[in-house]
Nanobody, 122 residues
Framework: QVQLVESGGGLVQAGGSLRLSCRGS????????MGWFRQPPGKEREFVAG????????IYADSVKGRFTISRDNAKNTVDLQMNSLKPEDTAVYYC???????????????WGQGTQVTVSP
């Protein structure tokens, strides 16, 4: 079992930046691929970014490529999402997720955080 807690959400103007952080505890965090998802108002949850267990490989949704960066620190059991050049369409609840596998994935996640709200004003 992995427990995940996100932080860093908030309100920002378009063009601004935010950094989300997720702290994991429990099961071997460093052995798990990690990901960030988001759920915009009235829409389905969608994949945003993923990172493999050692941080050597990452993957991004096309909508955030070049603007968002995922990173992890296994010594601190954290995974971060740096979000730059934010747009109003990035407004969503953002969720941290952990996979049972260490391999990079866009959808094989078993453990979820409670979410943190990100609101981007025009």
């Amino acid at each position: 079992q992995v427990q995940l807690v996100e932080s860093g959400g908030g309100l920002v103007q378009a063009g601004g930046s935010l950094r989300l952080s997720c702290r994991g505890s429990g099961r071997t965090f460093s052995g798990s691929a990690m990901g960030w998802f988001r759920q915009p108002p009235g829409k389905e949850r969608e994949f945003v970014a993923g990172i493999n267990r050692n941080g050597g490989s990452t993957i991004y949704a096309d909508s955030v490529k070049g603007r968002f960066t995922i990173s992890r620190d296994n010594a601190k059991n954290t995974v971060d999402l740096q979000m730059n050049s934010l747009k109003p369409e990035d407004t969503a609840v953002y969720y941290c997720a952990a996979s049972r596998s260490g391999l990079l994935t866009t959808n094989a996640y078993a453990y979820w955080g409670q979410g943190t709200q990100v609101t981007v004003s025009p």
